[in-house]
């Protein structure tokens, strides 16, 4: 990869009091296939002329180094705004983010190394380029490196962490950590916020994806190696992280149905609404499904006798919607059809949302909610058919609305207060830009 240094010339190059001065040190060290050094025309000081010396001691330093002297002309080299407008006419051409670009912009006015800086950032790509600054020895201790980088690239870190964050803040969770995963924190305390942030991230994604293993495993080690530097910079990313882990190790369908609740909620504000309703639709099956169980005695999944027996007491066509065994869709199962002596006899089973809303609505006199039902048959008809309406939108939100009521009702918490809901995601996001001394866009 070709290396190019580009330099700007002041009064005292290329030595002073014998010490290599900016572009030089930066060619003996970095040691370039080319250096292009810009310098202004001869005013109290020849500019050319110690341009051209440089140009020399690189040659010399650096066998192969193709060093050029490059004029810029312009009237006030400490007029940053003509800066501006002169200088990206002289920058090399040829160049791309391929190569591997140097700038050293110590020696010249302060202006002109500022717009150098900047113009190489904006031509060759953001973190493209390498800066570099060279300190005065004089102002050094004996044997200091004079030789150091310029860390521009926290500029960039800083508006990625806040593109990621504002990303977070609106439940875009893998967009988020996309944007997370190649910053590098500048300093410790930005670091601190990058993994939480990837924390939060990651059990969100794996919490969608039901991998409660994984996010045992995750949290365990938060737990293990930064809980307490976590509780100290992020404490609503400690808790985040606390809840999940106690959703992954139990197997309490209630906690489960507020985090499907939650889940739902979260794609509702990244604004994925036919997704969102077939989420929500799910989260209120299993809410309803759990509840029957822990409270009503009547296992969907695994019906017994006397628990069909109460139920078809109060529902007499029950039995008519309950799903034997020994059939699936009317046909026989795959248990029925195995070889005879070898059949694994499954319970029966009541199934989809309409059966378990109104078994529901039938053992405790409930009204139907119309805002649960238009949910359901809105999922049906993305799901089958693949239809979409306008109106799924305010269908989508009416029923948030139902579902979080239906699961206070049953004596749960409000599904619209725990940790995975979008409103406490969004609070995870505003305090960790606040550590990172990032200010969020207002919704």
């Not at 380029?129 to 200091?144: E, F, I, S």
């Amino acid at each position: 990869m070709p290396g190019v240094l580009i330099a700007t010339i002041g009064d005292r190059d290329p030595e002073s009091k014998s010490a290599p001065m900016g572009p030089l040190l930066c060619a003996i060290t970095l040691r370039p296939d080319r250096a292009v050094l810009i310098h202004t025309a001869r005013s109290h000081v020849d500019y050319p002329a110690n341009a051209r010396a440089t140009a020399d001691r690189i040659r010399q330093s650096v066998p192969g180094c193709d060093a050029k002297c490059v004029l810029l002309e312009i009237d006030n080299p400490s007029k940053t705004s003509l800066l501006l407008e002169r200088m990206p006419g002289i920058l090399p051409r040829d160049l791309s983010e391929r190569d591997e670009i140097h700038v050293c912009g110590t020696s010249g006015t302060p202006q002109m190394g500022l717009v150098l800086h900047l113009l190489a950032e904006a031509r060759w790509g953001v973190k493209c380029v390498r800066h570099w600054q060279v300190l005065d020895p004089t102002r050094l201790p004996p044997g200091a490196d004079r030789l150091t980088t310029l860390p521009l690239d926290r500029i960039w870190h800083h508006h990625d962490l806040q593109e990621a964050l504002e990303l977070l803040r609106q439940c875009r969770v893998a967009e988020a950590l996309a944007r997370l995963e190649p910053i590098a924190g500048p300093t410790k305390e930005t670091g601190r916020v990058l993994d939480c942030a990837r924390l939060v991230c990651r059990t969100l994604l794996l919490a969608d994806a039901y991998q409660r293993q994984a996010i045992t495993r995750l949290n365990d080690e938060l737990q293990k190696n930064a809980s307490q530097a976590v509780r100290s910079v992020a404490p609503r990313t400690s808790s985040l992280a606390e809840w999940y882990l106690k959703l992954a190790r139990s197997g309490d369908r209630k906690l489960w149905a507020g985090e499907l609740y939650a889940r739902a909620a979260r794609i509702a504000e990244a604004d994925n609404v036919a997704q969102a309703l077939v989420a929500l639709a799910t989260a209120s099956e299993v809410a309803v499904a759990a509840y029957l169980k822990t409270h009503r005695g009547f296992d969907p999944e695994s019906i017994s006798p006397d628990a069909l027996g109460k139920a078809s007491a109060i529902w007499p066509d029950l039995k008519d919607r309950v799903r034997d065994g020994s059939q699936v869709d009317g046909q026989p199962s795959v248990h029925a059809r195995a070889t005879p002596g070898t059949e694994t006899a499954r319970p029966p089973r009541l199934e989809g949302w309409r059966n378990l809303y109104e078994l529901l609505c039938k053992f405790e006199n409930r009204e139907a909610d119309a805002r649960l039902t238009a949910v359901a048959n809105t999922r049906n008809g993305i799901v089958h058919a693949g239809t979409s309406e306008p109106s799924d939108s305010e269908t989508l939100r009416r029923g948030l609305e139902a579902a979080a009521e239906l699961q206070t009702s049953f004596g749960w918490p409000d599904p619209r207060t725990l940790p995975g809901h979008p409103h406490s995601v969004a609070a995870v996001a505003q305090e960790l830009a606040k550590r990172a001394h990032i200010a969020l866009d207002d919704l």
